[in-house]
């Protein structure tokens, strides 16, 4: 595999609906129209989705690749603007539950990946299960995408106190999405900050409001990523800005910014807990 550093950023959100898999796609677009070779891991390992919001052909996905049958390359489809998608599978139990065997094997497949990556952006499960805290705690950014319910909120922060107390997370990027205003997105944080700053020894920074946007639905009706089908809509604007941001932010000093050492993290959850 390449030996280049990789930035690996984990898009989560505690809930579902709060529309994870759409800001991750369409940053992943934003970023690759900067220049950015991205690879966006659909790591919603039973209820993939990402080839789905994109109308794109999934011939094969991880489950042949932990199989044995293929490479991790041999899976891997195009989507717009040139970004890479690694498909999971989809209504499948099993593919929730791997062994350690398994994720050896996964890691196996990543140190093997030809193709060039700069940026590996990992879409999450809702929810707060093993594997979500484990591609959490493995990223160099966790991004956490939160909208302004009760149910949203009290996920996210769930979501941080568990990834801070249990797994030594002290930083998460917040975006605010489907706000009505930037001063409904600062009131979001601000109502998230107070929580977090009375119970949480953690530090939160506000790095998006992406304000709600007719053109976002009429997008995902057309399959596509709406930084594509209405580029200038406010919703693009806001994720554009977001991936100026996110090109900025450090590379990783050490290894952990190879593909092959993110993956190793996820085992040590595993490992730690004596399954291995």
Not at 175 to 190: D, I, P, T, W, Y
Request: glycine share 8%; with cysteine; charged share 20%.
């Amino acid at each position: 595999m390449n030996k280049q550093m990789v930035k690996v950023i984990s898009i989560t959100g505690g809930k579902g609906g709060v529309g994870k898999t759409n800001v991750t796609l369409n940053l992943a677009m934003a970023l690759a129209q900067m220049g950015k070779r991205v690879l966006v891991l659909d790591a919603d390992l039973g209820l993939a989705n990402c080839d789905v919001m994109l109308g794109l052909r999934v011939e094969k996905n991880l489950s042949h690749v932990l199989a044995g049958d293929v490479g991790l390359d041999d899976i891997i489809i195009d989507g717009p603007f040139g970004i890479k998608i690694i498909p999971a599978t989809s209504g499948s139990q099993n593919m929730t539950e791997l062994a350690p065997a398994e994720h050896a094997g996964l890691i196996r497949a990543f140190s093997e990946l030809k193709t060039p990556v700069d940026v590996l952006l990992v879409d999450t499960a809702a929810g707060i299960s093993d594997m979500v805290l484990s591609f959490s705690r493995a990223s160099q950014d966790v991004m956490v995408v939160v909208c302004d319910e009760p149910s949203s909120i009290t996920d996210a922060y769930a979501l941080m106190k568990i990834l801070s107390r249990d797994h030594g997370v002290e930083k998460f990027k917040i975006v605010a999405n489907m706000v009505r205003s930037l001063k409904e997105g600062q009131e979001l944080f601000a109502k998230l900050t107070r929580v977090t700053d009375r119970f949480l020894d953690i530090s939160l920074e506000l790095v998006a409001t992406i304000p709600y946007d007719e053109n976002v639905r009429k997008a995902a009706r057309k399959q596509k990523g709406f930084v594509e089908a209405f580029p200038k809509t406010p919703a693009s604007m806001a994720i554009k800005s977001l991936a100026l941001k996110a090109g900025k932010w450090p590379l990783p000093a050490t290894a952990s910014g190879h593909l092959e050492f993110f993956l190793e993290q996820l085992v040590q959850p595993q490992v730690d807990r004596g399954i291995a």
